[in-house]
C-alpha cells in the first residue's frame, strides 16, 4: 500500500472506532492506528490557525467534533510535533497551553500521516486492519476469499474481523454458502442484495465490476455491464439516469465512499445531488456528439459553477436536456439564453451551501475516486509536482567522454546548479 | 559612516516607522566583480585584472523602507541623510538617479540645516521630498503611530548609539562568515530579486558550520537574513498574487526562474542533464531535477505569506526590532516588552522563516530555539 492510503485508511479506522466504547481492552491494539487517525482530523480542522493560543478550547472542539478523545489529546499533539505539523508545544500542570502549526497546505498530509503511522511500528494485527480496510474500501468481498485477496493471515483473520465488527469497520452478511463482508462507509441503500450478487454473479465479477465504477464514478451502464444492471435494478448501486440525445434514458452508476455517515442518512439530499451532477457531466462525455465534454473538462464545469463570480454555463443547444436532472434537484436555475432572440437556456447554480457542498463531492467523486474534502479541505494538497518527462534523446557525444571525466560530484553539482540558476553567484 | 549622518539616520529610521515602513539603515550598492579585460601587455594586463576583478562600490542608501500597500505591492523608500549643506542642490539630482536605481517608490533628502532654495525648487520636478532635520521632526508628529516608539526596548532602533553598535555588530565577526556577510550587505541587493530565494539559502548553507547559536551576534545575523528573507518572499508572493494566486506552484517554479521563459529553458536543460546522467556521464550522486530539494518547504511557506498577507509587515518589523535587540546582547522576556509590537500570527511567521532557514541551511537548531523563544516568547527547552 501507498503511504497516502495508509494514512487515509488510519483516519477510516479512527472514524469507525468512534462506534466503539473507548474503554474497551480491544482498543489498545489498535493504539497507533486510532492515534494517527485522530492526527489526521486535528490537523485538518487548525490549518492555517498559526497561533493556537487556547489549546484547552481546541480539546474541548477537538472532542466534541472530531472524537479525539480528550485524554489522548496531547499525545496526538506529540504525534503531530513529531511530523512537524505543530511546533512549541507549551505546557502548565502537564496541560498544554499554547502551540503553534506548520499543517501542511500543499504538501501530502495523508502521505506524510501515512509515513509516520509507518514509523510508529504499527503491531501486525494494525497492519492487517490497515489492509482489510483498504480493501473492501474497494468492493464487497466473501469472508472465506478475504485472507487471500487482501493478502491477509488467515490464522489472524477471525481476531481481525472480531475487532472490525465491533468496530463497525467492517459489515457483514449471513448467506447460506459463506458471508460477504463490506464497508459501512459505502453509500449502499440496500447492502442485502450484495450477497444475492455474489451468489448469482460471483465475487469476481463484483469486484471487478465495483473496480470500474470506482475508477470512474458515474459510469454509463449498458448491456455489456449486467452485474452493475443488476445492482441498479435491486437497488444496490445509486444511479441517476439522464436522457440522451435519442431520447433513451441513461443510468449512471456511482458507487460513493464517505467518512460522513450523516451523508448516508440524514443528508442524504446532499449526495443524491452530487450523484446528479455526475450523471449530468458523464452524460456530456460520453453522449455529447460533436461538442461532447472531454473528461478533463469535468471539473472546469464544476469549477464554473462553483466560482461565485461566474456560477453560470454558456448556453448551448443540448443544455436543457442534458442539465434537467440538476435542474430537477434544485442545483440549477435555467435562465434565459444570453443571446438575444436565442432559444436555448443558460444554466446557473442555485448557490446554497447544500448545493455547493454537493458540487464539490461531485468534484472529489471524479478526482479521486472518493470524498476527500471532508478529510482535508483541498483537493489539491494531492497534485504532485509535474517535473519534466524523462530524456531519451541519445546523448552520444557524452557517452564518449563518460570514461575519462575527472570531474568530482561536487564540482559537477556546482557546475550544474549555475547552469539551472540555483543558488550561489559563483 | 559619520556619526553625525547616524543621527539623521535614525531620526528618519523613526520617520519611516511612524509612515509604516519596516526599514534598514546603511544599504550598500556595488558592482559584482567583473571579468579579467584583455589588453596588449602581459604586465600591464595582470595589474589592471586586479583592479578589476575587485567589485567597485556604486553608492549607499542611507535609510531604506518597505512597506506593503493595500492591495499587497510592497513600496520602497529611500532617504539620503547629510549633515552639510553644500552641494544640496546636485545632490538632489544623485538622489533621483539613485531612487531610479533602486526603483524605489519615494525618495526624501534630509539636511541637518536649511536647504537652498534651489534644492527646495527641485522636489516637485524631480519627486523628491527634502526636509531639515527640524522637518523630520514636524512630519514625525503629522503621523501618530499606536507603537511606543520613544519607550525602551523599542526606542533603541532609534538612537544612535544603539544603532551604531548594531551596525558594527556584523563588521567584527569571525572572517569565515565573510562570503554570508558580502552576500547580505552587497549582492543581496544587486541580484535579481528572483534569484535570492535560492541563493540566501546557498550562502547560509555554506558557513552553517561557523555559526553558533550561542553567540548573539550570530543569531542577530540569521534574524537579519530572515529579515531578507522575509522581503525576498514577499517579492516572490507579489508575483504569484498577480500571475498564478490559484496555481502557487507553478507561480513559484516561474518566479524562481525569471518567468514562465526563464522556467522552460531551465526545464528543457535539467531533461538534457537528466538525459546525461541516465546515459552513465554524471555520477549518479548529482542532483539534476531543476527544483532544489527544499522546494515543497519554500512552496509551504510561501503559500503561508500568500494566506496571511497582512502579517507581512508586522513579521518583518519584528525582525528588524529581534535583531537590533539581539546585536545589543539584550532579550525580550515578554511580547507585553515589545512595545505594542507584538502580533502572534506575525511572531508566528517570523519564527517560521527562521525555521525554514534553519531546516534548508542546516544551521544548529539552537538558531530555531532562541528565535522562537524570541519572538514567540516559548521557554528555551
Redesign the interface.
Known amino acids: 500500500m501507498e503511504r497516502f492510503d495508509e494514512g487515509l485508511r488510519c483516519q477510516d479506522v479512527h472514524a469507525g472506532l468512534r462506534n466503539v466504547d473507548p474503554n474497551s481492552g480491544g482498543l489498545t491494539k489498535l493504539a497507533d492506528t486510532q492515534l494517527i487517525g485522530m492526527a489526521g482530523s486535528l490537523a485538518a480542522l487548525i490549518r492555517?490557525q498559526?497561533?493556537i493560543?487556547d489549546a484547552q478550547a481546541l480539546r474541548a472542539v477537538a472532542a466534541e467534533q472530531l472524537d479525539v478523545n480528550q485524554y489522548a489529546f496531547d499525545q496526538v499533539l506529540d504525534a503531530l510535533a513529531e511530523i512537524g505539523f505543530v511546533?512549541?508545544l507549551?505546557r502548565s500542570s502537564g496541560k498544554t497551553t499554547r502551540f503553534?502549526e506548520?499543517v501542511?497546505?500543499?504538501?501530502d498530509l495523508y502521505a506524510r500521516l501515512g509515513a509516520a503511522w509507518r514509523d510508529r511500528r504499527p503491531s501486525e494485527l494494525e497492519e492487517q486492519m490497515v489492509l482489510l480496510v483498504d480493501h473492501l474500501s474497494d468492493a464487497p468481498t466473501p469472508a472465506d476469499e478475504l485472507a487471500s485477496e487482501a493478502g491477509l493471515d488467515t490464522a489472524a483473520l477471525p481476531d481481525l474481523l472480531a475487532v472490525g465488527e465491533s468496530a463497525e469497520l467492517v459489515k457483514r452478511i449471513q448467506l447460506p454458502d459463506g458471508d460477504v463482508l463490506y464497508s459501512p462507509f459505502f453509500g449502499f441503500e440496500n447492502p442485502e442484495v450484495i450477497a444475492e450478487l455474489v451468489r448469482d454473479h460471483g465475487p469476481d465479477q463484483l469486484a471487478e465490476a465495483f473496480a470500474a465504477v470506482r475508477g470512474e464514478q458515474g459510469l454509463p451502464i449498458g448491456d455489456a455491464q449486467p452485474l452493475l444492471q443488476d445492482a441498479i435494478g435491486r437497488g444496490l448501486l445509486l444511479a441517476p439516469a439522464v436522457e440522451r440525445p435519442d431520447g433513451t434514458l441513461q443510468p449512471f452508476a456511482s458507487l460513493p465512499y464517505t467518512l460522513d455517515r450523516e451523508l448516508l442518512r440524514g443528508r442524504k439530499p446532499v449526495l443524491e445531488k452530487a450523484l446528479a451532477v455526475l450523471a449530468c457531466l458523464r452524460c456530456g462525455q460520453h453522449f455529447g456528439g460533436a461538442t461532447s465534454l472531454p473528461a478533463a473538462a469535468l471539473v472546469d464545469v464544476i469549477d464554473k459553477l462553483l466560482d461565485p463570480n461566474r456560477g453560470f454555463l454558456r448556453p448551448h443547444g443540448s443544455h436543457a436536456r442534458q442539465y434537467r436532472l440538476m435542474h430537477s434537484a434544485g442545483l440549477l436555475a435555467f435562465d434565459a439564453d444570453l443571446l438575444p432572440g436565442g432559444n436555448w437556456v443558460t444554466p446557473r447554480f442555485i448557490d446554497t451551501e447544500d448545493n455547493r457542498e454537493a458540487l464539490k463531492i461531485a468534484r472529489d467523486l471524479i478526482t479521486h475516486g472518493e470524498q476527500l474534502s471532508g478529510r482535508v479541505g483541498d483537493e489539491d494538497a494531492r497534485?504532485a509536482?509535474a517535473?519534466?518527462?524523462?530524456?531519451?534523446?541519445?546523448?552520444q557525444t557524452?557517452?564518449r567522454?563518460?570514461a575519462k571525466?575527472p570531474v568530482?560530484?561536487k564540482q559537477?553539482?556546482s557546475v550544474?546548479?549555475s547552469?539551472?540558476?540555483?543558488?550561489?553567484?559563483r | 559612516m559619520s556619526e553625525l549622518d547616524l543621527g539623521l539616520k535614525v531620526a528618519s529610521r523613526r520617520l519611516l516607522w511612524r509612515m509604516g515602513y519596516t526599514t534598514r539603515l546603511d544599504v550598500q550598492l556595488r558592482s559584482?566583480g567583473a571579468a579579467e579585460r584583455p589588453t596588449a601587455g602581459a604586465a600591464g594586463a595582470a595589474g589592471r585584472s586586479r583592479r578589476s576583478s575587485v567589485p567597485e562600490a556604486f553608492t549607499d542608501l542611507d535609510v531604506l523602507g518597505i512597506t506593503v500597500t493595500g492591495g499587497f505591492r510592497l513600496q520602497s523608500a529611500i532617504v539620503d541623510c547629510k549633515t552639510t549643506v553644500k552641494g544640496s542642490t546636485s545632490r538632489m539630482f544623485w538622489v533621483r538617479g539613485v531612487a531610479d536605481f533602486f526603483a524605489a517608490d519615494a525618495a526624501y533628502m534630509v539636511r541637518e540645516k536649511d536647504l537652498s532654495n534651489a534644492a527646495r525648487q527641485l522636489t516637485s520636478r524631480l519627486g523628491i521630498a527634502a526636509l531639515t532635520s527640524a522637518e523630520v521632526t514636524r512630519l514625525e508628529e503629522l503621523h501618530p503611530s499606536h507603537l511606543a516608539l520613544d519607550a525602551e526596548p523599542l526606542a533603541w532602533l532609534f538612537q544612535r548609539d544603539k544603532a551604531a553598535t548594531v551596525l558594527g555588530t556584523f563588521n567584527g565577526l569571525d572572517k569565515r562568515l565573510k562570503p554570508l556577510l558580502e552576500y547580505r550587505e552587497f549582492?543581496y541587493w544587486l541580484?535579481e530579486e528572483h534569484?535570492n530565494p535560492?541563493?540566501l539559502?546557498?550562502?547560509l548553507t555554506?558557513v552553517a558550520r561557523y555559526l553558533d547559536p550561542r553567540n548573539p551576534h550570530h543569531l542577530a545575523l540569521v534574524l537579519d537574513c530572515a529579515w531578507l528573507y522575509l522581503l525576498t518572499l514577499s517579492h516572490a508572493v507579489e508575483s504569484l498574487r498577480a500571475a498564478h494566486v490559484a496555481d502557487?506552484?507553478r507561480g513559484l517554479q516561474e518566479y524562481?526562474?525569471?518567468g514562465p521563459a526563464?522556467l522552460s529553458e531551465?526545464?528543457?536543460?535539467?531533461?538534457?542533464?537528466?538525459?546525461?546522467k541516465?546515459?552513465?556521464?554524471?555520477?549518479d550522486?548529482?542532483?539534476?531535477?531543476?527544483?532544489?530539494s527544499y522546494?515543497?518547504r519554500l512552496?509551504?511557506l510561501a503559500?503561508?505569506i500568500l494566506?496571511?498577507a497582512d502579517s507581512v509587515l508586522p513579521a518583518l518589523r519584528l525582525l528588524e526590532f529581534a535583531t537590533s535587540v539581539t546585536a545589543l546582547g539584550q532579550r525580550i522576556e515578554k511580547p507585553e516588552d515589545m512595545g505594542g509590537l507584538y502580533d502572534?500570527?506575525a511572531?508566528?511567521?517570523a519564527?517560521?522563516v527562521v525555521?525554514f532557514l534553519v531546516g534548508t541551511a542546516g544551521l544548529d537548531n539552537g538558531f530555531r530555539a532562541r528565535a522562537?523563544s524570541l519572538l514567540?516568547g516559548?521557554?528555551m527547552t
Not at chain 1, 517535473?387 to 546523448?395: E, H, I, K, V
Not at chain 1, 547552469?419 to 553567484?425: E, P
Not at chain 2, 541516465?278 to 555520477?283: D, E, I, K, R, Y
Open positions: 492555517g498559526e497561533v493560543d511546533e512549541g507549551q503553534t506548520n501542511p497546505y500543499y504538501d497534485k509536482l517535473l519534466g518527462q524523462p530524456f531519451t534523446a541519445p546523448m557524452m557517452n567522454t563518460r571525466a568530482s560530484v559537477w553539482q550544474i546548479d547552469a539551472l540558476g540555483r543558488g550561489r553567484v | 559584482v549582492t541580484a534569484r535560492m541563493q539559502v546557498d550562502e555554506a502557487p506552484d524562481l526562474f525569471g526563464g531551465k526545464q528543457g536543460l535539467s531533461r538534457l542533464l537528466e538525459g546525461i541516465q546515459s552513465g556521464a554524471l555520477p550522486g548529482v542532483h539534476v531535477d531543476l527544483l532544489p522546494f515543497p512552496r509551504e503559500i503561508r494566506t496571511r502572534d500570527v511572531a508566528k511567521r519564527a517560521d525555521g522562537r514567540l516559548e521557554p
